[in-house]
C-alpha cells in the first residue's frame, strides 16, 4: 500500500482496527493503552508490539473529532532481547498531574559503545515532540587509551523537575544534572544541582 494511502487510512482507523491491521501483518506481544497524553479531553492511543526481527515498535494516535491521527513513532532494534520490550515503554506525570507523558527506551550502539538512551516526550498540537534526552547507560572506550568505561544515570521524578545522578565507572565520578520544565519553550532545560 502506498505510503499517501496508509497515511489516510490511519487517519479513519480506531486504535483497535489499526491494531488487527498490525497483527494481520505479522505483530506479536500487542499491547494497547488508552491515557490522556495533552489537555483534551479525548483519551489518546499507545499501542506497542513486536516484529520478529525487527525489534519493538509504538505507535502514538491522537484523536481528532472521530477521526485518528498518527502523533508519532517509536522503535527499539539493536541487539533486541525481550528485556528491551519490557523497558521500551513507560508512561509518567512528568509536568502535570493527570498528563501522561511517554518515556521511552531504546539501545545502540556500535563495535567500542553501547548505550540505552531515555527520551521524555509530550504530546503538543497533535504530534510526539521529545522534551528530553538522557543517557541512561553507556558503555565505551575512550581512545587513545584503550580504557572501558561504564555511565549509570538514575533519575527521580518531581513536579516539572527531574534530577539525573550520574556515576561513571572506574573511578566512580558522579556528577547531578537538574532538569525543570520550560513551558515556553516545551523542554526541559538543565540547570545546576543544588549544594
Not at 509504538?58 to 485518528?68: H, S, T
Not at 522503535?75 to 528485556?83: A, D, G, V
Not at 509536568?95 to 550502539?109: A, C, M
Not at 515556553?184 to 540547570?191: G, Q, S
Request: aromatic content about 8%; glycine content about 6%; charged content about 25%.
Amino acid at each position: 500500500m502506498p505510503a499517501f494511502q496508509f497515511l489516510f487510512a490511519l487517519a479513519l482507523a480506531s486504535p483497535e482496527a489499526l491494531a488487527d491491521q498490525l497483527r494481520s501483518q505479522g505483530a506479536t506481544a500487542l499491547q494497547l493503552h488508552r491515557l490522556q497524553l495533552d489537555a483534551d479531553t479525548p483519551l489518546e492511543a499507545v499501542i506497542q508490539y513486536e516484529l520478529p526481527g525487527k525489534g519493538v515498535h509504538a505507535i502514538v494516535l491522537d484523536q481528532r473529532g472521530a477521526e485518528w491521527r498518527e502523533a508519532g513513532r517509536f522503535n527499539s532494534w539493536w541487539n533486541f532481547t525481550k528485556t528491551d520490550a519490557d523497558r521500551f515503554l513507560e508512561f509518567r506525570e512528568t509536568v502535570e498531574g493527570g498528563v501522561k507523558d511517554i518515556l521511552i527506551r531504546t539501545r545502540s550502539g556500535g563495535t567500542e559503545d553501547a548505550r540505552t538512551t531515555l527520551e521524555i516526550t509530550r504530546l503538543k498540537d497533535g504530534a510526539v515532540v521529545t522534551v528530553l534526552s538522557i543517557k541512561e547507560h553507556e558503555t565505551a572506550m575512550e581512545h587513545p587509551s584503550g580504557d572501558v568505561f561504564t555511565t549509570e544515570a538514575k533519575l527521580s521524578f518531581a513536579p516539572g523537575a527531574i534530577t539525573v545522578h550520574s556515576t561513571r565507572h572506574p573511578g566512580n565520578v558522579l556528577t547531578c544534572q537538574l532538569h525543570r520544565w520550560n513551558a515556553a519553550a516545551f523542554r526541559f532545560d538543565e540547570t545546576p544541582c543544588p549544594k
